[in-house]
């Protein structure tokens, strides 16, 4: 059974700057139920933070109104509410009394606490000693330990070294599971896309879609995409080759034939290239070689039709040739694509492209186990099975 | 999902809000455990790193009690209510030293905790409150010098001692009243917190520490008697040595004129704060 804890509603923050105001927060409304995991994503400045102050009750908002069901706990950016003079044990009691826990309370939770944050022989030395790892695993030990029913947390994971993010995100779906709501700031999508079911997308101090994750991080990934437009193909005759065909629009298509500027690991994908040919003239034995490279310029794959055992037979006038890729193997990045049409006579060349636009991918559950984000962060990923057997 | 919203009752509900109502009151009080450890926070602070450590507390005003007897009790032959001098300031600096103490803190309260104020919620209230209470420190400490002077000049106590705390305790009330409205205004202007250490030596003169009630010419007296801390340091010096009147009408209107400010001070904190952080 789903319960609400947390609704937002009509949420508004203004700023009032010397000569004008400011809205850093607008009309932000959304419901969230019981142990549901939402990520905030959003450019820098967006509104994530504020919207954190507000729900926090850092600051008021200036409209709107919001409603929190039990007790909720804040991270917001590094070293959340410790005072720099104090030991770690005196900021543990400072810090939990803030969030509503009684001495006793805090007592026995101590032990958890300090074991958890790994900072046992420091304890007793004032915080301002800390380094930035530990002032984070402090600070999220005890937000994470005080029972909260709504937590929010911003960005503060990203401080940590791996083997503490990974202990976070463990305890995060631990916490998830126990029925603690959980909204969380990340830069890191594919964080959030492993933490969170549902995600909600702030642009501009608005909403700009709130849905399941994958849905809002793909949006929003083609639309930081979208502001790097790319000119397009109409140069057509300031490119090398002889012109018996020519390539008119390039795209990338996702399954259901939506255009795309982003692939996601293990989804399928098709690159799609229009050409047309020279009025009157049907070419045939058309070779497409189609390359992504990475950044260095190391070819990573080649996609060419004969190789692949396919002929294109005759071309005359207009059409689409399309190549898809059952389950995108390249993990997250930005790739760019090089297109080149010859002949068949002589290997002459009928168009090049140098300057399609970069491919953008972001990660994905390649194999379908759960797994979003790579450790060892590898380039391909390609299906393989594992099997054990007993003895020998 | 809309049908179970309909009877639904946050615990913590966020809007635009002005005024302040009983509610605040009692979250304050539901956060006494923190303005405890912030008390004792300021307490462990202010001499970390020092030598002499909490000694300071000790040392401070007796050091004041020499410096002052000498100055105003032997040179200039200030009248003392035909007491020994270094007697009758220390029992007029106790509870000014007090309430000097709370101002000070008020003025950079929210400044100082700013770290905590950025990160996490709690009544911003509890902050001045916590600033009065960790003053009543030095209160006790002068009243330790004090009466380490009176076993010295072996003055006879009378029963009048028994109103001596509640008398003391009644400064908290200018004590938090001045800090409330200190901290709104310095929230704002900052320039004020520099002024606070004249404006302080200036409300130290305008109460009968250094010199006696009877030097005040008689027409100015009863203006000069709003001044709560007149009321507080003439009865300590009556509950202590008994000289003078007992606390009277005049007191009793003086702090009632102390409370109205507190009262006041306390819904414009309270109002004008919540957002502080967007000031800070």
């Given at each position: 059974?789903?319960?609400?804890?947390?609704?937002?509603?009509?949420?508004?923050?203004?700023?009032?700057?010397?000569?004008?105001?400011?809205?850093?927060?607008?009309?932000?409304?959304?419901?969230?139920?019981?142990?549901?995991?939402?990520?905030?994503?959003?450019?820098?400045?967006?509104?994530?933070?504020?919207?954190?102050k507000?729900?926090?009750?850092?600051?008021?908002?200036?409209e709107g109104?919001?409603?929190i069901?039990?007790?909720?706990?804040?991270?917001?950016?590094?070293?959340?509410?410790f005072?720099?003079?104090?030991?770690?044990?005196?900021?543990?009691?400072?810090?939990?009394?803030?969030?509503?826990?009684?001495?006793?309370?805090?007592?026995?939770?101590?032990?958890e606490?300090?074991a958890?944050?790994?900072?046992?022989?420091?304890?007793?030395?004032?915080?301002?000693?800390y380094?930035?790892?530990?002032?984070?695993?402090l600070?999220?030990?005890?937000?994470?330990?005080?029972?909260?029913?709504?937590?929010?947390?911003?960005?503060?994971l990203?401080?940590?070294?791996?083997?503490?993010q990974h202990?976070?995100?463990?305890?995060?779906?631990?916490?998830?599971?126990?029925?603690?709501?959980?909204?969380?700031?990340?830069?890191?999508?594919?964080?959030?896309r492993?933490l969170c079911?549902?995600?909600?997308?702030?642009?501009?101090?608005?909403?700009?879609?709130?849905?399941p994750?994958?849905?809002?991080?793909?949006?929003?990934?083609?639309a930081?995409?979208?502001?790097?437009?790319?000119?397009?193909?109409?140069?057509?005759?300031?490119?090398p080759g002889?012109?018996?065909?020519?390539?008119?629009?390039?795209?990338?298509?996702?399954?259901?034939?939506?255009?795309?500027?982003?692939?996601?690991?293990?989804?399928?994908?098709?690159?799609?290239?229009?050409y047309?040919?020279?009025?009157?003239?049907?070419?045939?034995?058309?070779?497409?070689?189609?390359?992504?490279?990475?950044?260095w310029?190391?070819?990573?794959?080649?996609l060419?039709?004969?190789?692949?055992?396919?002929?294109?037979?005759?071309?005359?006038?207009?059409g689409?040739?399309r190549?898809?890729?059952?389950?995108f193997?390249l993990?997250?990045?930005?790739?760019?694509?090089?297109a080149?049409?010859?002949?068949?006579?002589?290997?002459?060349?009928?168009d090049?492209?140098?300057?399609?636009?970069?491919?953008?991918?972001?990660?994905?559950?390649?194999?379908?186990?759960?797994?979003?984000r790579?450790?060892?962060?590898?380039?391909?990923?390609?299906?393989?099975?594992?099997?054990?057997?007993?003895?020998? | 999902?809309?049908t179970?919203?309909?009877?639904?009752?946050?615990?913590?509900?966020?809007?635009?809000?002005?005024?302040a109502?009983?509610?605040?009151?009692?979250?304050?009080?539901n956060?006494?455990?923190?303005?405890?450890?912030l008390?004792?926070?300021?307490i462990?602070?202010?001499?970390?790193?020092?030598v002499f450590?909490?000694?300071w507390?000790?040392?401070?005003?007796?050091l004041?009690?020499?410096?002052?007897?000498?100055?105003?009790?032997?040179?200039?032959?200030?009248?003392s209510d035909?007491?020994?001098?270094?007697?009758?300031?220390?029992?007029?600096?106790a509870?000014?030293?007090?309430?000097?103490?709370?101002?000070?803190?008020?003025?950079?309260?929210?400044?100082?905790?700013?770290?905590?104020?950025?990160?996490?919620?709690f009544?911003?209230?509890?902050?001045?409150?916590a600033?009065?209470i960790?003053?009543a420190?030095d209160?006790?400490?002068?009243?330790?010098?004090?009466?380490?002077?009176?076993?010295?000049?072996?003055t006879?106590?009378t029963l009048?001692?028994?109103?001596?705390?509640?008398?003391l305790?009644?400064?908290?009330?200018?004590a938090?009243a001045?800090?409330?409205?200190?901290?709104?205004?310095?929230?704002?202007?900052?320039?004020?917190?520099?002024?606070?250490?004249?404006?302080?030596?200036?409300?130290?003169?305008?109460s009968?520490?250094?010199?006696s009630?009877?030097?005040?010419?008689?027409?100015?007296?009863?203006?000069?008697?709003?001044?709560?801390?007149?009321?507080?340091?003439?009865?300590?010096?009556?509950?202590?040595?008994?000289?003078?009147?007992?606390p009277?009408?005049?007191?009793?209107?003086?702090?009632g004129?102390?409370?109205?400010?507190?009262?006041?001070?306390?819904?414009?904190?309270?109002?004008?704060?919540?957002?502080?952080?967007?000031?800070?």
């Amino acid at each position: 059974m789903t319960s609400l804890v947390l609704r937002a509603h009509g949420l508004g923050k203004r700023y009032r700057l010397k000569h004008s105001t400011l809205w850093a927060l607008r009309d932000v409304s959304f419901d969230v139920q019981r142990g549901q995991m939402v990520g905030l994503i959003g450019h820098n400045g967006a509104g994530k933070s504020t919207l954190f102050k507000l729900l926090a009750r850092i600051t008021e908002p200036s409209e709107g109104y919001a409603g929190i069901k039990g007790r909720l706990a804040a991270l917001l950016e590094v070293g959340t509410g410790f005072h720099r003079e104090l030991t770690g044990r005196e900021n543990i009691y400072l810090n939990g009394s803030i969030l509503g826990m009684k001495k006793r309370e805090v007592d026995r939770k101590l032990d958890e606490i300090v074991a958890f944050a790994e900072v046992g022989p420091f304890l007793d030395s004032p915080v301002k000693y800390y380094s930035s790892g530990m002032y984070v695993r402090l600070a999220f030990a005890i937000a994470a330990h005080v029972a909260p029913d709504v937590l929010l947390i911003d960005e503060v994971l990203a401080v940590g070294d791996m083997a503490f993010q990974h202990k976070c995100r463990t305890k995060i779906k631990s916490l998830g599971s126990e029925g603690c709501t959980v909204l969380f700031v990340s830069h890191d999508l594919a964080s959030v896309r492993q933490l969170c079911s549902t995600t909600v997308w702030i642009h501009g101090g608005r909403v700009a879609a709130i849905g399941p994750t994958e849905d809002v991080v793909l949006q929003y990934s083609q639309a930081m995409l979208s502001a790097s437009q790319w000119a397009g193909l109409a140069d057509a005759q300031a490119r090398p080759g002889s012109g018996a065909i020519r390539v008119t629009n390039y795209w990338i298509e996702l399954e259901d034939g939506q255009k795309t500027d982003v692939l996601v690991t293990g989804k399928p994908a098709s690159f799609v290239l229009e050409y047309a040919t020279r009025a009157g003239q049907t070419v045939e034995g058309v070779r497409l070689s189609l390359q992504i490279q990475n950044e260095w310029g190391a070819s990573l794959l080649w996609l060419h039709n004969h190789m692949l055992g396919h002929d294109f037979g005759p071309l005359a006038g207009a059409g689409q040739l399309r190549c898809r890729i059952p389950r995108f193997p390249l993990t997250a990045g930005s790739y760019d694509v090089r297109a080149q049409l010859l002949l068949q006579v002589g290997s002459v060349v009928a168009d090049e492209l140098e300057t399609l636009p970069k491919l953008n991918v972001i990660d994905g559950d390649f194999y379908g186990s759960g797994y979003v984000r790579r450790v060892e962060n590898p380039i391909f990923l390609v299906d393989a099975d594992w099997s054990n057997e007993a003895g020998r | 999902m809309e049908t179970n919203s309909v009877d639904w009752t946050p615990d913590i509900v966020i809007r635009p809000r002005r005024g302040a109502t009983w509610a605040d009151l009692l979250e304050v009080w539901n956060y006494r455990e923190l303005a405890l450890i912030l008390v004792l926070r300021e307490i462990q602070g202010r001499y970390r790193r020092t030598v002499f450590g909490v000694s300071w507390l000790v040392i401070r005003p007796a050091l004041n009690a020499i410096v002052f007897s000498v100055v105003f009790g032997s040179v200039l032959k200030v009248k003392s209510d035909g007491l020994p001098y270094a007697l009758f300031f220390l029992a007029g600096m106790a509870p000014w030293s007090f309430f000097n103490y709370a101002v000070m803190r008020a003025a950079t309260t929210l400044t100082d905790n700013v770290h905590i104020i950025s990160k996490v919620y709690f009544p911003r209230l509890v902050l001045p409150i916590a600033g009065v209470i960790s003053g009543a420190v030095d209160l006790l400490a002068s009243l330790v010098v004090l009466l380490a002077l009176m076993l010295l000049y072996r003055t006879p106590m009378t029963l009048n001692i028994v109103w001596l705390p509640l008398i003391l305790a009644s400064a908290a009330i200018p004590a938090l009243a001045v800090s409330l409205w200190l901290g709104v205004v310095t929230a704002y202007l900052r320039d004020v917190s520099y002024a606070i250490t004249i404006l302080l030596q200036i409300a130290m003169y305008a109460s009968p520490i250094i010199y006696s009630l009877d030097a005040v010419p008689e027409r100015w007296r009863t203006l000069y008697q709003l001044n709560p801390m007149v009321g507080i340091i003439q009865g300590a010096r009556w509950a202590l040595f008994g000289v003078g009147d007992a606390p009277g009408i005049m007191f009793a209107l003086s702090l009632g004129l102390a409370l109205l400010i507190l009262v006041s001070g306390a819904i414009v904190f309270q109002s004008t704060l919540r957002s502080v952080i967007d000031i800070l």
